[in-house]
């Protein structure tokens, strides 16, 4: 590029950070290992937890403030979300799913907010924990509502004919109980590990370019008009992943209640 | 790599896997993006082309529309985290 | 996190962690640890903050949310069947007011149709009454009328003859016995009548 090779002629090279960099964090008090991530995952408690106590300290039948945040959550995760994928039985979840959309979205959304510009779900640890969690909540919903015969349901399914069981039976293992699990957990975790990966790129960009000689300053409007837009694309990402996790769960669990074949 | 190329660009055995390595990751996501884009482009279109249809459920299949879209890249993603597996590690 | 950029010989460095730095991303020298690998005390710390949300979530700040919106939409499904009631209601008194009015205004109508044949009676009564007078009336004219016309023609008939037999005496020059040519005048006169 030849964006590189004048840099290099003056002496200097466009130097990326390593991945280390961007994503690991160093321990702000040791002994606990509590670093950067870990303080996001205790404000996606906190946070959530202090709108949710303001909202149910007001009294009137008609909801205002920080009252229409909370009830707008609760109405949008009840009707988009459970009554989509599991039906009106499933109220009894609306805590849990709640929970991860408002875990999942606020560790996503401090990807944008300026003091900690990480998604604290660019870690897989966060993704990993939450699907494991989300696993064992549909195999034990299964298990508790139909018993061991729950596993028979879903490694042998009705109406296929007994011959093909030898296919099908090992791609319903892998497939249920192996790469659920994973493939809920990477979704979020490659979304916002290369989203994170994008807007800093942007960013180096943009303080490279800032630098160099004043010819060059035509160069600064794609690059941070780049950053600006992509920091947009970015809110939206950290959504529509929250939303998908939540509502993935969802399936899950209610194709644990109600298995469709 | 090609014997040959390693000859030719006189690289010992460390260099020579970070190469491999670097080639494989472009070709991983490269190759994890094909299917993914043509799947999103279709799904959009019907989507589109469902909500020209029919105006009153634009809401519904808009919603449709993005939870397809999640699942489609997710695919992708895949390849990009191979991606990443490949090149710093 | 540490962004380093060497143009010109110069370093900006915005740095707020102290780092080891190695001049291109792959390790060659040192370890780096594998980026998709979780970290032990992160999924902890996830592992912990969840579930402290979740146990909140469930037992202390959903129920009165939950509470809250189920007071208001029973509120509402009350107001509104309050409302049908009213607009019910509403129906009901309007049919009884359409039904006194048709009733009343039938009274009226019945009370027009009795007059108008009492008054149709009474017209009929008098126009009888009336017509009897005029056909006596002209009765008795018509009764006078022929009396004082058969008075007349007898006079007229009497002169007729006296001048006939006048007549008749110049003519034939001898005097004529006016009774005994009373027959004969007679019978010409009632000829003539025919």
């Not at chain 1, 510009?117 to 939450?130: D, K």
């Not at chain 2, 589109?48 to 459920?57: F, G, I, L, Y």
């Not at chain 3, 129920?63 to 509120?75: C, G, I, V």
């Given at each position: 590029?030849?964006?590189?090779?004048?840099?290099?002629?003056?002496?200097?090279?466009?130097?990326?950070?390593?991945?280390?960099?961007?994503?690991?964090?160093?321990?702000?008090?040791?002994?606990?290992?509590?670093?950067?991530?870990?303080?996001?995952?205790?404000?996606?408690?906190?946070?959530?937890?202090?709108?949710?106590?303001?909202?149910?300290?007001?009294?009137?039948?008609?909801?205002?403030?920080?009252?229409?945040?909370?009830?707008?959550?609760?109405?949008?995760?009840?009707?988009?979300?459970?009554?989509?994928?599991?039906?009106?039985?499933?109220?009894?979840?609306?805590?849990?799913?709640?929970?991860?959309?408002?875990?999942?979205?606020?560790?996503?959304?401090?990807?944008?907010?300026?003091?900690f510009?990480?998604?604290?779900?660019?870690?897989?640890?966060?993704?990993?924990?939450?699907a494991?969690?989300?696993?064992?909540?549909?195999?034990?919903?299964g298990?508790?509502n139909?018993?061991?015969?729950?596993?028979?349901?879903?490694?042998?399914?009705?109406?296929?004919?007994?011959?093909?069981?030898?296919?099908?039976?090992?791609?319903?293992?892998?497939?249920?109980?192996?790469?659920?699990?994973?493939?809920?957990?990477?979704?979020?975790?490659?979304?916002?590990?290369?989203?994170?990966?994008?807007?800093?790129?942007?960013?180096?960009?943009?303080?490279?370019?800032?630098?160099m000689?004043?010819?060059?300053?035509?160069?600064?409007?794609?690059?941070?008009?780049?950053?600006?837009?992509?920091?947009?694309?970015?809110?939206?990402?950290?959504?529509?992943?929250?939303?998908?996790?939540?509502?993935?769960?969802?399936?899950?669990?209610?194709?644990?209640?109600h298995?469709?074949h | 790599?090609?014997?040959?190329?390693?000859?030719?660009?006189?690289?010992?055995?460390?260099?020579?896997?970070?190469?491999?390595?670097?080639?494989?990751?472009?070709?991983?996501y490269?190759?994890?993006?094909?299917?993914?884009?043509?799947?999103?482009?279709y799904?959009?279109?019907?989507?589109?082309?469902?909500?020209?249809?029919?105006?009153?459920?634009?809401?519904?299949?808009?919603?449709?529309?993005f939870?397809?879209?999640?699942?489609?890249?997710?695919?992708?993603?895949?390849?990009?985290?191979v991606?990443?597996?490949?090149?710093?590690? | 996190?540490?962004?380093?950029?060497?143009?010109?010989?110069?370093?900006?460095?915005?740095?707020?962690?102290?780092?080891?730095?190695?001049?291109?991303?792959?390790?060659?020298?040192?370890?780096?640890?594998?980026?998709?690998?979780?970290?032990?005390?992160?999924?902890?710390?996830?592992?912990?903050?969840?579930?402290?949300?979740?146990?909140?979530?469930?037992?202390?700040?959903l129920?009165?949310?939950?509470?809250?919106?189920?007071?208001?939409?029973?509120?509402v499904?009350?107001?509104?069947?309050?409302?049908?009631?009213?607009?019910?209601?509403?129906?009901?008194?309007?049919?009884?007011?359409?039904?006194?009015?048709?009733?009343?205004?039938?009274?009226?109508?019945?009370?027009?149709?009795?007059?108008?044949?009492?008054?149709?009676?009474?017209?009929?009564?008098?126009?009888?009454?009336?017509t009897?007078?005029?056909?006596?009336?002209?009765?008795?004219?018509a009764?006078?009328?022929?009396?004082?016309?058969?008075?007349?023609?007898?006079?007229?008939?009497?002169?007729?003859?006296?001048?006939?037999?006048?007549?008749?005496?110049?003519?034939?020059?001898?005097?004529?016995?006016?009774?005994?040519?009373?027959?004969?005048?007679?019978?010409?006169?009632?000829?003539?009548?025919?």
């Open positions: 590029m030849s964006l590189l090779l004048a840099a290099e002629s003056e002496g200097g090279g466009l130097e990326f950070p390593s991945l280390t960099q961007l994503v690991e964090w160093p321990d702000i008090i040791d002994p606990i290992g509590f670093n950067k991530i870990a303080l996001i995952h205790v404000l996606s408690v906190v946070v959530p937890a202090l709108i949710f106590f303001l909202a149910s300290r007001q009294k009137s039948l008609v909801p205002s403030g920080v009252r229409t945040i909370a009830e707008g959550t609760i109405e949008f995760v009840e009707k988009q979300i459970i009554m989509q994928a599991i039906g009106p039985d499933g109220m009894k979840y609306l805590p849990v799913l709640l929970s991860y959309f408002l875990f999942v979205f606020f560790g996503n959304i401090t990807e944008v907010i300026p003091f510009q990480m998604p604290a779900n660019a870690r897989i640890a966060g993704p990993i924990v939450l494991l969690i989300s696993w064992a909540m549909y195999i034990g919903i298990v508790k139909h018993g061991m015969g729950y596993f028979k349901e879903v490694l042998f399914p009705p109406g296929v004919p007994p011959a093909l069981y030898i296919l099908v039976t090992p791609i319903e293992l892998l497939s249920n109980f192996i790469l659920r699990p994973f493939s809920h957990a990477v979704r979020l975790f490659a979304n916002m590990l290369a989203g994170h990966i994008l807007l800093v790129t942007f960013g180096v960009l943009s303080i490279t370019v800032a630098g000689a004043i010819g060059w300053i035509w160069l600064e409007v794609f690059t941070f008009g780049g950053l600006v837009a992509f920091t947009a694309f970015e809110m939206f990402v950290s959504l529509i992943q929250a939303f998908v996790f939540t509502i993935l769960a969802a399936v899950y669990i209610g194709g644990s209640l298995p469709a | 790599m090609s014997i040959a190329a390693q000859v030719l660009a006189q690289l010992d055995g460390a260099e020579t896997k970070a190469a491999a390595a670097a080639e494989g990751a472009g070709f991983a490269g190759l994890a993006a094909i299917g993914p884009g043509i799947g999103i482009g799904l959009v279109g019907q989507a589109v082309q469902a909500m020209a249809r029919q105006p009153e459920s634009a809401g519904q299949v808009q919603t449709t529309m939870l397809g879209v999640a699942f489609t890249e997710a695919l992708a993603l895949i390849g990009f985290v991606f990443i597996l490949l090149k710093f590690a | 996190m540490t962004i380093s950029i060497t143009i010109d010989g110069e370093e900006l460095a915005l740095a707020f962690a102290d780092e080891e730095h190695s001049e291109d991303g792959e390790a060659t020298a040192e370890e780096v640890p594998n980026p998709v690998i979780p970290e032990i005390n992160e999924m902890l710390w996830a592992l912990g903050s969840f579930l402290a949300l979740w146990g909140l979530m469930k037992f202390v700040l129920p009165p949310l939950l509470k809250l919106r189920a007071e208001r939409e029973a509120k499904a009350s107001d509104r069947e309050a409302a049908d009631r009213a607009h019910q209601a509403l129906g009901e008194v309007q049919d009884e007011y359409n039904a006194s009015l048709a009733s009343a205004r039938a009274e009226a109508d019945g009370i027009i149709e009795a007059a108008r044949s009492e008054a149709a009676d009474y017209r009929s009564t008098v126009m009888a009454g009336a009897t007078e005029i056909s006596e009336m002209r009765s008795d004219a009764s006078g009328l022929d009396d004082s016309r058969s008075a007349a023609i007898d006079s007229m008939k009497g002169d007729v003859g006296d001048i006939a037999v006048a007549a008749a005496s110049a003519v034939l020059g001898k005097n004529l016995d006016r009774g005994a040519q009373q027959g004969a005048i007679d019978a010409a006169l009632s000829g003539g009548d025919e």
